[in-house]
């Protein structure tokens, strides 16, 4: 396991986790990003929330907002 600072813990190989309520979730990833911030929509797997920031007066999020995997060109 790799614990990524302010980010998710990294777990290589199929896992299974067991929630609170005894549901449990499976990734049969090589390498799966569990939530540690608990903000993720799709706990207990990170969806990249824990880089949300607040937004600037433009209303456009700063720079931790999501990877698109395109370069930063919006348009205009
Ligand atoms: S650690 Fe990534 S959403 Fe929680």
Redesign the pocket.
């Known amino acids: 396991m790799t614990v990524v600072p302010g980010?998710?813990i990294l777990v290589e190989g199929p896992v299974e986790v067991t929630l609170e309520d005894g549901t449990v979730e499976r990734s049969d990833r090589f390498v799966t990003a569990l939530?540690?911030?608990?903000?993720?929509r799709a706990y207990p797997f990170?969806?990249?929330?824990?880089r949300r920031r607040v937004r600037t007066d433009s209303g456009k999020p700063d720079a931790g907002k999501p990877d698109t995997g395109k370069a930063g060109d919006e348009g205009g």
Do not use: E
Not at 35 to 40: E, G, L, P
Not at 46 to 50: A, I, M, V
């Open positions: 980010g998710p939530c540690a911030c608990r903000r993720s990170c969806d990249t929330s824990h």
